[in-house]
């Protein structure tokens, strides 16, 4: 089946120490994200790319970068992790060519615990 | 701005009952979609329902229904037969015409109970 994954479920890392998420796409949609999601509250969107495109978040901090190499990968790296970077980082898709507003596919996650 | 406030952090229902989850959004556009996404326990988040502001007849997916007004800026998800597996986190969403990008509301904690 055509999916979203994310690489690891579960991630550890210690306070400061460079953390990397990834996330592949079997789907082929030109539009990718990443969301911050913190217990019971809504996604947070990070950035996202729009086929090559980079766009930002005018309040996502300096402290995450991501990039994507080509359509199917795409990678969150958390320079120096703090504890308030503690949540569930989901990634999700769409296809943007079949039309306006397509509905975005998420992947499982990955929870990030920070030491 | 736009904003989607969803008013009920937690709601319970009863299997095999119908429950309506309420939505508002908040927005000076006319072209848009809105969208309803259900995230189970420790499970990935799915689209449930799709609906475009142009279109007045209200989306539907099996149980699945949506209760959109646009005058009144609000967009309510039913779910009829409620079963074990509806129990989720449901989000409601915004996207402006054209835009790639969700805004979501605070999301309503829905339990179905046997």
């Known amino acids: 089946d055509a999916m979203v994954i994310q690489n690891p479920r579960y991630q550890v890392t210690q306070f400061g120490k460079p953390v990397t998420l990834s996330c592949s796409q079997t789907l082929n949609h030109n539009v990718m994200y990443w969301y911050q999601q913190k217990s019971s509250q809504a996604p947070k969107l990070l950035f996202h790319?729009?086929?090559?495109?980079?766009?930002n978040e005018a309040d996502t901090p300096d402290n995450f970068q991501s990039r994507r190499p080509n359509t199917s990968f795409c990678f969150l790296d958390i320079r120096s992790p703090g504890l308030g970077d503690a949540a569930m980082y989901l990634c999700?898709?769409?296809?943007?060519?079949?039309?306006?507003?397509?509905?975005?596919?998420f992947g499982d996650g990955t929870r990030l615990s920070i030491l | 701005a736009q904003t989607v406030t969803q008013s009920q952090p937690e709601m319970s229902v009863q299997e095999a009952e119908t429950v309506t989850l309420s939505c508002t959004y908040d927005t000076s556009e006319n072209n848009y979609y809105l969208f309803w996404y259900k995230q189970p326990p420790s499970r990935q988040m799915i689209l449930v329902i799709r609906q475009e502001a142009y279109k007045q007849q209200n989306a539907t997916e099996n149980r699945f229904s949506v209760n959109f007004q646009k005058a009144a800026k609000s967009f309510s998800l039913k779910i009829s037969d409620s079963q074990l597996g509806d129990t989720a986190m449901y989000f409601c969403?915004?996207?402006?015409?054209?835009?790639?990008?969700?805004?979501f509301g605070k999301g309503t904690k829905l339990t179905v109970n046997p």
């Open positions: 790319y729009y086929d090559k495109d980079f766009n």
């Open positions: 999700a898709t769409s296809q943007m060519r079949q039309g306006p507003n397509q509905p975005q596919h």
């Open positions: 969403a915004y996207s402006q015409g054209g835009s790639e990008k969700l805004v």
